[in-house]
């Protein structure tokens, strides 16, 4: 048929008539699979099939359904799956087939087996493309009937869904037939019997029909924009009436869930005139409804509300001026809701968000004036000293105001009210917590997030938030004889942290041209104090963070990390030589951690960008020098430690030839005597992801397997390392070697595990309980994915983690439990000796004092119990 398609064709309706005898009776699945794709090629290269149509059908439809096992270690490979496949595309090859195919598939899915059910109806799917009305028109009656059954009574929800697809494609087979003037239209009496067989049940919101109804007419106004507008100009009336003839909450609730199912399906259709749209008569009618369920005292049915608030606000021109008006001001309402209606608070967030992104003037007029006079509350009870009394109002009106901030000209107005509620904490005595501090920072990091959408929203915030964050973090470094209490706390390690995140949050998304003008500005800062271009410049002192600075000065030291290490690595850094120098001197600094670490880190985050050549050498070879001269002796051995442990992980991260030599001088200091427990702490640092620097979203150079290769690099020489320690230094050694393995890809740790498992079994003796912790970590997910390595050693395996479910750390009980409820899944003949032993043993942890703890006690001892028993 390939080589002489021409020669075939002039034999005419005998060739068809001969390969009908060839195949008639074939069995092997091998010859099916070729016999399938010659009638499809029969049919689909338009060969003569003469008065053999029907005989045709029947010589293939004769294996339908299809139903084939194959036989164990089958070296064809031959599948069930290839040829139901391979034989549907020949029945939904051709409409010639629909006469003899279609009672066929009512038949098989009136039958009782599941397969043949499923198969029908997406066979009957794929036909729906290749027929017209013409072919369907006699037997829709009887197809609707089926799928009514099957969706109505149904156990499976396989069948359920295969029937609404079904029903799906009947619908938009109807829809896009092309009709003669005369022609009698099928799909209005198609979908009028469908309405007829549906609709009362709709009137019943407590049966158990009225789902099925509701998804049956769905799945039907979903195949165009005709069935749908049919459809829904006949259910929005009646279900709109039964809302309000029902009272209760939850036949509300379901009869709103219908009402949305139903206008979701109308944002599928476009219309080019908005009198045209099916929901402009019930527009008044729906917005009633919407705004009755978000005063309902039902939970319940004002999250279904807030949905459906959405889904309306998501219609073009719909909703007018006043409705914005008023579903504004429920969300406003709803925003502040009490603990106990978390989800609808949450719910009515991020409506917020959405709408606002559609309708910004209405939030900007409405949503935001509110929200500023509820901020200007709050500050006026700090101001009294009367503290943070409504705490929770505070933070969920900072939560609304990131919330909406979902549009460029909505931030504009959001984001100058967050920095100037920040700058009101630092005026006068006003009283503000760490944690208020921390919470507005949070609300300005979910607007940098929201602006990196959109460039133009980007840098307005870069160049209006991070000058106003460094003005007031330079003003609370200031050495003054009254220090006011927010500038203590913006020195603080966690304010700092979250003002690190906000700055990062801030840069990374910015393009290199207006990074670079920029970064223009800030290193100069904090090299040589130039404060020209923050806002409200004039300081009582100097700012000279590396030249003789306060301690708070040096601290700041962490929101140039955050700029510097998230910028993209084309961006020129100025003055960068003697920046690392500063760094490098700041990062050994005895007098405060806090600014030693952040320093390491800002180090660390430059190397890593940098381009390979001689400055890149010059400044690890300086970095190396200082790590030897501070780790041989003095007050400096600890930030010497911390630098070498971020240079190395800069360079681990970029495949650097010279990360193996900082990583055996790592693996050195786990025999030292104070900073070996340190050191193998370290590992776990170097195999996890960071959140501030040398991150890919702050454009570090991580190359996708360095877990991978750090494993194959070190692990061999750990083990070796482990094997020559002295007895007191082995646990750092077990511990590194725990961090490495436990943040591992499991795949890659699977092939391994038989050489390694000593080592982890030998850590759980290990008396820290983050080795503990670490190593019951890597264990729970082997015992699930290597059942048979694991089974060679569940007598030590059941017998230490019995022992730690005693531990006195709630995190290692939990996760010994967890192993124990892991162990279960190995071979049944090797536990069922330590059945018994094992229940009593977890008898005691379900009095433990702790809720989870008991929890996962409860769950691990009722899989022992039934280990063994019948269909377990």
Not at 696 to 724: K, S, W, Y
Request: glycine share 4%; aromatic share 6%.
């Amino acid at each position: 048929m390939r080589t002489r398609e021409e020669e075939l064709k002039g034999l005419g309706a005998d060739f068809t008539f001969g390969f009908i005898q060839v195949m008639d009776g074939e069995k092997d699945p091998r010859n099916l699979l070729v016999a399938f794709r010659i009638v499809h090629d029969l049919i689909s290269r338009d060969y003569s099939l003469g008065p053999f149509v029907e005989e045709l059908f029947e010589v293939t439809s004769c294996y339908f359904p299809i139903d084939f096992t194959p036989p164990p270690n089958d070296p064809h490979g031959i599948q069930r799956e290839d040829l139901i496949l391979s034989l549907r595309a020949v029945l939904a090859s051709t409409p010639r087939f629909a006469e003899f195919l279609l009672p066929l598939l009512t038949e098989k899915v009136d039958s009782e087996i599941l397969s043949a059910k499923l198969d029908s109806l997406q066979t009957l799917n794929a036909c729906c493309a290749v027929y017209g009305q013409k072919e369907l028109k006699d037997f829709l009656p009887s197809l609707w009937a089926s799928i009514r059954r099957e969706v109505f009574q149904t156990a499976s929800e396989r069948v359920e869904a295969e029937g609404l697809a079904a029903l799906n494609s009947l619908t938009a087979c109807l829809s896009r037939s092309v009709l003669r003037a005369d022609a009698e239209d099928l799909l209005d009496s198609f979908l009028s019997n469908i309405l007829q067989d549906c609709r009362h049940h709709l009137c019943e919101p407590d049966m158990k029909l009225v789902w099925p109804s509701a998804k049956l007419l769905q799945a039907a106004a979903g195949a165009s924009a005709r069935a749908c507008d049919h459809i829904t100009s006949n259910v929005l009336p009646l279900l709109l009436e039964q809302f309000h003839t029902h009272s209760q909450s939850n036949q509300r609730r379901t009869i709103l869930e219908m009402i949305l199912g139903f206008l979701k399906l109308q944002q599928k259709w476009s219309y080019e005139d908005k009198d045209d749209r099916p929901l402009s008569g019930f527009k008044d009618q729906l917005c009633s409804l919407v705004f009755m369920a978000l005063t309902d005292p039902s939970t319940q049915l004002q999250l279904v509300g807030i949905r459906t608030l959405t889904v309306l606000g998501a219609q073009p021109d719909l909703l007018s001026s006043g409705d914005l008006e008023l579903a504004v001001g429920h969300l406003y309402r709803l925003s502040f809701l009490e603990e106990d209606s978390q989800s609808c608070r949450v719910a009515a967030l991020e409506a917020s968000g959405t709408l606002a992104t559609l309708y910004p003037v209405a939030f900007s007029s409405h949503l935001v004036p509110k929200l500023a006079e509820e901020l200007g509350i709050e500050e006026s009870y700090l101001a009294r000293g009367d503290g943070p009394t409504k705490c929770s109002r505070h933070r969920r009106c900072l939560q609304a105001l990131s919330a909406i901030s979902t549009h460029a000209s909505i931030v504009k107005e959001t984001l100058p009210l967050l920095l100037q509620h920040l700058c009101q904490m630092n005026k006068g005595n006003t009283v503000a917590g760490t944690s208020e501090v921390i919470a507005v920072c949070q609300s300005l990091q979910q607007v940098a997030e929201k602006c990196q959408q959109d460039p133009e929203s980007c840098w307005y915030f870069h160049q209006t938030a991070i000058p106003c964050l460094l003005a007031l973090a330079v003003q609370a470094s200031m050495p003054e004889k009254e220090h006011s209490v927010l500038k203590k706390v913006l020195l603080q390690d966690e304010v700092l942290a979250a003002m690190v995140s906000v700055i990062g949050t801030a840069t990374t998304h910015l393009s290199p041209d207006l990074a670079a003008q920029s970064v223009a500005h800030i290193v100069p800062l904090f090299l040589d104090g130039n404060i020209s271009f923050l806002p409200e410049n004039s300081f009582p002192g100097r700012f000279q963070p590396f030249q003789d600075g306060s301690s708070g000065q040096r601290r700041l030291v962490a929101l140039l990390m955050a700029f510097v290490c998230s910028l993209p690595r084309n961006v020129e850094i100025p003055q960068l030589n003697q920046l690392m120098r500063e760094l490098l001197e700041l990062s050994c600094c005895h007098s405060c951690p806090f600014s030693s670490t952040a320093a390491a880190k800002c180090f660390a985050g430059l190397l890593n960008k940098h381009p390979a050549g001689q400055q890149l050498d010059e400044f690890l070879q300086l970095a190396v020098d200082k790590v030897e001269a501070g780790l041989s002796s003095g007050p400096y051995r600890s930030q010497a430690f911390t630098l070498l442990l971020w240079v190395t992980k800069a360079l681990v991260l970029r495949y650097h030839p010279l990360s193996s030599c900082l990583t055996d001088r790592l693996m050195g200091l786990l025999s030292d005597p104070e900073l070996g427990p340190a050191a193998a702490d370290g590992f776990s640092l170097l195999m996890s992801d960071c959140t501030d620097v040398l991150t890919r979203a702050g454009h570090a150079e991580v190359r996708i397997m360095f877990r991978q290769r750090f494993f194959t690099d070190n692990v061999p020489a750990l083990v070796r390392g482990f094997h020559a320690a002295p007895r007191d230094v082995k646990p750092n050694y077990l511990k590194g070697l725990s961090h490495v393995l436990n943040r591992l890809p499991k795949p890659v740790l699977l092939p391994e595990l038989p050489t390694l498992l000593s080592l982890l079994l030998e850590a759980l003796s290990c008396p820290d309980s983050v080795v503990q912790l670490s190593t019951l970590s890597c264990l729970q997910p082997l015992l699930l994915e290597a059942p048979q390595v694991m089974s060679l050693h569940v007598d030590t395996l059941v017998t230490k983690f019995l022992n730690l479910s005693s531990s006195p750390s709630m995190a290692v009980r939990i996760a010994a439990l967890q192993c124990m409820h892991a162990v279960t899944h190995l071979p049944t003949p090797v536990l069922l000796p330590y059945k018994l032993q094992v229940i009593r043993a977890l008898a005691k942890p379900l009095d433990d004092k702790k809720r989870l703890v008991r929890k996962e006690a409860v769950s691990a001892r009722g899989e022992w119990f039934l280990l063994g028993s019948p269909g377990s």
